[in-house]
Each structure stands twice: as structure tokens, then as C-alpha cells.
């Protein structure tokens, strides 16, 4: 069974504050995935990655960067959080097929005050 | 961009009725997959569609493909309590591996 982690439920942090959300695979996936969930507006792409050290914008790249510098783990990064980055995070992964489904991990809710 | 739009956003309904719910775009996509999500989870794949005009039923669930692969309906036949949650529908574009998801429909089935 394909898991995917991340590392914290909740989080809360200051506006200016650089965070770091962590997302780890299990399964040898190619693509990996980071979205926010917003009520209403359903998941929004922020960035993707389909390789090691490989990255592409999603929708709604501003304000954040991602790393993956190794297969299994792909990072979101805040470079410095704002009070409309309160979200729910939601990382997924999925084989590099073209109708692969994607797993996703349980999310971390972020607050930032 | 590309666009999903999901409708309804919300429904409320008796256990023993049926319900649909529909996802629509302008452009075309390779696959679309719906999903249910339950609160404090990730989303969860329920099926993906592939082909114009495909249908897949999974137990009392009906999925179907448009012909153009533009659109997609489930449909939920006598729904139960245990179906409630959020469903999402998401599609992946013909030059790559994005995936887009509507904003999806929450579903709330009344014992």
C-alpha cells in the first residue's frame, strides 16, 4: 500500500517566518505534487515534480518554492509566510503514467497569525 | 488555465435517493478521476476514466465519461450514510502529468 507522509498534522507560525513542509514516499513514485484546499475552491497545484531536482509551476506558484533532492521526498517551502497562506497542504505522489492515480498524504493544516 | 467546474458545491439529501453530480470543462482531457475525501484525510481515488463515453460502475456508483472527454457525471444510486464526504473530480491534460481538480461536491446523506 502506497503511503505518503507528511510530516505534521498542524502548524502553527508567524507572518515573515520561513516554514518548511516535508512530504515523504514510499513507493518509488516519479511525480510528486503539492496543492492547498481552500473551502470552496477545491485543490489548487501549486508545483509539481516528475523528477529528482525537477520542478514545474502549478497554478499558484507565488510565494512558495519546493525542493526534491531525492526521489522519495519532495519540500514546500514559505519563504516568508503571510496570513493568506493559511491552508490545508495537501502532497501527493503517482507513477509516471498518464492515468496514474495520485495518493496523497493526510495534509497539514497551516495558521499563520 | 484549465478549468473544472463541479456542481453542485453542496447536497443534502434522504438515505434511499439518488443523486448526481457533474463536472464540466472547456478543454479536453487524457483521464479524469473522481475522488472521495473524508475530513482530516487525504483525497482517495474512486475510478478513472479514460475513453469518450465510458461508463464504470463501482457497486452503486455510475461514472461516466463525455463523449469529447470534456465532462463527467457520477451518479449514486439509494445513497447511504456512508457515502457522505467531499467528491472531487480531477483531470489530467493531454500534454503531461498536471492534475486539476474541481472544487468539488459535499455530500451529506440523512439517516
Known amino acids: 500500500d502506497v503511503k ?10 508567524r507572518t515573515g517566518e520561513k516554514v518548511f513542509l516535508e512530504c515523504v514516499q514510499d513507493m518509488d513514485h516519479e ?8 473551502p470552496g475552491l477545491g485543490l489548487r497545484l501549486i ?3 516528475y523528477d529528482v531536482k525537477m520542478k514545474e509551476k502549478g497554478d499558484i506558484p507565488e510565494g512558495y518554492s519546493v525542493s526534491r ?7 514546500l517551502i ?7 497562506q493559511t491552508s490545508m497542504y495537501l502532497c501527493a505522489s503517482s507513477l509516471a503514467r498518464y492515468n496514474s492515480p495520485l495518493h496523497f498524504g493526510n495534509g497539514t493544516r497551516l495558521t499563520v497569525t | 488555465t484549465q478549468l473544472l467546474e463541479q456542481s453542485p458545491q453542496f447536497l443534502s439529501i434522504q438515505e434511499g435517493e439518488n443523486l448526481t453530480v457533474y463536472c464540466n470543462s472547456s478543454s479536453v482531457f487524457s483521464s479524469l478521476q473522481w475522488y472521495r475525501q473524508e475530513p482530516g484525510e ?3 481515488l474512486l475510478v478513472t476514466v479514460v475513453t469518450g463515453g465510458e461508463v464504470k460502475k463501482l457497486k452503486r456508483l455510475t461514472f461516466q465519461f463525455g463523449d469529447a472527454r470534456k465532462d463527467s457525471s457520477l ?5 447511504q450514510p456512508g457515502d457522505t464526504g467531499l467528491y472531487l473530480c480531477a483531470g489530467r491534460g493531454t500534454g503531461g502529468f498536471k492534475t486539476i481538480f474541481g472544487a468539488g461536491t459535499r455530500l451529506f446523506v440523512k439517516a
Open chain 1, 31 to 38: 511525480n510528486m505534487f503539492w496543492y492547498r484546499q481552500d
Open chain 2, 42 to 44: 487525504g483525497p482517495v
Open chain 1, 47 to 49: 508545483y509539481f515534480s
Open chain 1, 69 to 75: 533532492e531525492k526521489k522519495e521526498r519532495f519540500s
Open chain 1, 78 to 84: 514559505l519563504e516568508s509566510a503571510s496570513t493568506n
Open chain 1, 4 to 13: 505518503v507522509t507528511q510530516s505534521s498534522r498542524y502548524l502553527v507560525k
Open chain 2, 75 to 79: 451518479h449514486i444510486t439509494a445513497a
